[in-house]
Nanobody, 125 residues
Framework: QVQLVESGGGLVQPGGSLRLSCSSS????????VAWFRQAPGKEREGIAV????????RYADSVRGRFTISRDNVKNTIYLQMNALKPEDTAVYYC??????????????????WGQGTQVTVST
């Protein structure tokens, strides 16, 4: 049974940075693709970044490319999302998840399971 726990969210001013963490347990990191999603109030859940086990393959949504970086530490079983140059439109609850089976790009929440509880990111003055 996969369990994911997100942390690191908070309130930050526009232009600021945050690093989110996704701690995983209950599965072998060696076979795990992990993705970050976010959901703003009244909007659909958006897939923003995905990484494979080695970290050698990463993809980003256009909305965050160049500002966000996904990475992982397989010794710590933790996946990170470094978020720089934050904008008010980045305000959302951020989730990490692993795919149920096959997945495609752009990311679809229907292909992912084992969602964490989410962590709130608010970008505001």
């Amino acid at each position: 049974q996969v369990q994911l726990v997100e942390s690191g969210g908070g309130l930050v001013q526009p232009g600021g940075s945050l690093r989110l963490s996704c701690s995983s347990s209950g599965f072998r990191s060696a076979v795990s693709v992990v993705a970050w999603f976010r959901q703003a109030p009244g909007k659909e859940r958006e897939g923003i970044a995905v990484i494979n086990y080695s970290g050698g393959s990463r993809r980003y949504a256009d909305s965050v490319r160049g500002r966000f970086t996904i990475s992982r530490d397989n010794v710590k079983n933790t996946i990170y999302l470094q978020m720089n140059a934050l904008k008010p439109e980045d305000t959302a609850v951020y989730y990490c998840a692993t795919p149920t089976d096959t997945w495609t790009w752009p990311l679809s929440p229907s292909h992912f399971s084992a969602w964490g509880q989410g962590t709130q990111v608010t970008v505001s003055t």
